[in-house]
């Protein structure tokens, strides 16, 4: 698929037809699904006088606008011949190029190595190597430009394809053919009075500025920076090598925590923009200020946008306070929130039972207590060959470590995780498999080995047919070095390899939930 295809697929100025096509249907590839993003009504969050609006980039299929810009990038790449087939791609990003390059070249074949600072939120990571990416971490002292000299490094020394998305025109181009265009069918009948953006690399500022100028110079174009990082909006210029390159930090830079915005330069794009008059205005935001108007749009709104949204949309109630009655305001809004979880957009959701919360809980009386299974006048027939079962298998002399266990079951992943890190070979019986279940043999075994222990829980974890304990006994045994010892006690001794903070392997609820009143 090409740009043009994107173009024609968005049915110009019929609004009905346009929602009725985005994203419903018969695809070719998760790539035909990028872009025609939905510019949704604000109804709670600003003043009555305007009309303000949100185009939502997170109805991409990776959920950022960068999705754009990566199919551009990589098709313009192909078309020139700069990107052979099976080559490598690699390329240094804040997270939201990374995570849209890793769904292209995903679908698309091609390897895919991402180089980013490692203050950037982890969920970014995570996504990237889960889509197969390679993360490179750069330290967060080096900032933008570090991490951008590392991906030149890497790209030249092994003849990989670099994005290089702070001047690849691709970029603009993905934002004046599809994002602009979208924005002018959105309004080709009312008009729009302001559009409003952060940037980054400033793909989408000049690019869709451009187009709308172009269409309408009435409307007014609002650049929106972090307000302790303002380095467009200043007279000191960006220094820069002979082709065009940032030489070094802009002087103004500061860290901020609109992740996405304002990298340690100005892109080249945000002064072409800038230079060449496309920008009416600019709107300082608050870091505080663009985390709180994020948290409002979730709530008040049910949009759930992360923090360069937060901000974009503080920038256009800015605007809204002193714009004339009737007028249009778009803020874009790059991401979703979900990117964010562990980040300070997140600081004030309590992952306890607030007491709010118990308060309801304990507004209706508990249930009475289900009476205990076992009683002794219905305890469960025990078969034999259940019992022979779970004697052999903790006799087998080859299966020296034993777990019996369920294969859902978040404890067992924690002996599993634990048993892999530290090279302990095991035998899982997992009672539950499709296997076991078979004519109930799974919970006759279950009901066997509960007796045999006296242990009505699982994980069941044997040394040399000896009980240690469920996943807390055993992750602490291996804490404490006790679970060594028995280990090298066997008549074939096994030597576990060292693995740090074993109990942090237990269910991450497990911590928080011992808060819970
Ligand atoms: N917000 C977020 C969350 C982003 O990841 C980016 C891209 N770096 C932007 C805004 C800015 O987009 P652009 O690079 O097109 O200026």
């Keep these: 698929m090409t740009l043009q295809d994107i173009q024609t697929d968005t049915p110009a100025r019929d609004g009905t037809l346009r929602h009725a096509s985005r994203n419903r249907g018969l695809f070719p590839s998760i790539l035909d699904t990028i872009g025609r993003t939905p510019t949704v009504r604000i109804n709670n969050l600003g003043p009555r006088h305007v009309e303000l609006y949100a185009k939502l980039e997170a109805f991409n299929p990776m959920?950022?606008?960068?999705?754009?810009?990566?199919?551009?990038?990589?098709?313009?790449?192909?078309?020139?011949?700069?990107?052979?087939?099976?080559?490598?791609?690699?390329?240094?990003?804040?997270?939201?190029?990374?995570?849209?390059?890793?769904?292209?070249?995903?679908?698309?074949?091609?390897?895919?190595?991402?180089?980013?600072?490692?203050?950037?939120?982890?969920?970014?990571?995570?996504?990237?190597r889960f889509l197969g990416a390679k993360v490179i971490l750069t330290p967060a002292a080096e900032r933008a430009t570090g991490m951008m000299a590392t991906a030149e490094r890497l790209a030249t020394?092994?003849?990989?394809?670099?994005?290089?998305?702070?001047?690849?025109?691709a970029n603009i181009e993905a934002?004046?053919?599809?994002?602009?265009?979208?924005?002018?069918?959105?309004?080709?009948?009312?008009?729009?009075?302001?559009?409003?953006?952060?940037?980054?690399?400033?793909?989408?500022?000049?690019?869709?500025?451009?187009?709308?100028?172009?269409?309408n110079?009435?409307?007014?174009?609002?650049?929106?920076?972090?307000?302790?990082?303002?380095?467009?909006?200043?007279?000191?210029?960006?220094?820069?090598?002979?082709?065009?390159?940032?030489?070094?930090?802009?002087?103004?830079?500061?860290?901020?925590?609109?992740?996405?915005?304002?990298?340690?330069?100005?892109?080249?794009?945000?002064?072409?923009?800038?230079?060449?008059?496309?920008?009416?205005?600019?709107?300082?935001?608050?870091?505080?200020?663009?985390?709180?108007?994020a948290r409002r749009l979730a709530a008040l709104e049910g949009i759930f946008c992360g923090p360069s949204g937060g901000a974009t949309m503080a920038a256009a109630l800015?605007?809204?306070?002193?714009?004339?009655?009737?007028?249009?305001?778009?803020?874009?809004i790059p991401d979703t929130g979900e990117r964010y979880l562990t980040t300070p957009l997140f600081d004030d959701v309590p992952v306890t039972m607030t007491a709010e919360?118990?308060?309801?809980l304990a507004s209706v009386p508990k249930p009475p207590r289900q009476r205990a299974q076992n009683r002794p006048d219905q305890e469960p027939v025990i078969p034999p060959q259940a019992s022979a079962f779970v004697a052999a298998a903790l006799a087998d002399t080859d299966a020296r470590v034993v777990m019996f266990g369920f294969e859902w079951c978040e404890f067992c992943w924690s002996v599993r995780k634990l048993f892999d890190l530290a090279a302990i070979p095991f035998q899982a019986i997992d009672v539950d498999s499709a296997e076991l279940r078979k004519g109930d043999a799974g919970g006759q075994i279950?009901?066997?080995?509960?007796?045999?222990?006296?242990?009505?829980?699982?994980?069941?974890?044997?040394?040399?047919?000896?009980?240690?304990?469920?996943?807390?006994?055993?992750?602490?045994?291996?804490?404490?070095?006790?679970?060594?010892?028995?280990?090298?006690?066997?008549?074939?001794?096994?030597?576990?390899?060292?693995?740090?903070?074993?109990?942090?392997?237990?269910?991450?609820?497990?911590?928080?939930?011992?808060?819970?009143?």
């Design 63 to 128: 959920s950022s606008v960068k999705d754009r810009l990566a199919l551009a990038v990589i098709e313009a790449a192909e078309r020139s011949g700069d990107l052979k087939p099976g080559q490598t791609v690699i390329e240094a990003t804040s997270g939201n190029t990374g995570i849209a390059l890793a769904m292209v070249c995903a679908q698309k074949g091609y390897p895919l190595v991402i180089v980013m600072a490692e203050n950037f939120s982890i969920e970014r990571r995570v996504l990237m």
């Design 157 to 169: 020394a092994h003849g990989w394809f670099l994005c290089r998305q702070f001047e690849n025109n």
């Design 175 to 215: 934002h004046r053919t599809t994002t602009a265009r979208e924005i002018l069918t959105d309004f080709s009948e009312e008009g729009l009075d302001y559009w409003v953006s952060g940037f980054g690399t400033a793909g989408t500022l000049k690019g869709v500025a451009e187009e709308l100028k172009r269409k």
């Design 217 to 293: 110079p009435a409307t007014q174009i609002v650049a929106v920076e972090p307000e302790n990082a303002q380095m467009l909006n200043s007279d000191v210029l960006q220094p820069r090598l002979p082709d065009g390159r940032p030489a070094r930090s802009h002087p103004n830079s500061r860290a901020h925590p609109i992740q996405g915005w304002s990298p340690d330069f100005v892109s080249i794009f945000a002064e072409q923009a800038l230079s060449s008059g496309l920008i009416d205005r600019f709107q300082p935001v608050s870091g505080a200020a663009a985390l709180q108007v």
């Design 318 to 332: 800015e605007v809204a306070k002193t714009a004339p009655d009737g007028a249009r305001i778009l803020a874009m």
């Design 357 to 360: 919360e118990a308060k309801i």
């Design 446 to 517: 279950l009901r066997a080995l509960f007796a045999r222990t006296g242990m009505r829980t699982v994980p069941q974890v044997f040394i040399g047919g000896e009980l240690v304990g469920g996943a807390t006994e055993v992750l602490n045994a291996f804490e404490d070095r006790t679970l060594h010892a028995r280990l090298a006690a066997l008549p074939r001794p096994i030597r576990a390899q060292p693995v740090e903070d074993p109990l942090s392997l237990l269910p991450q609820w497990l911590n928080s939930a011992k808060g819970l009143g």
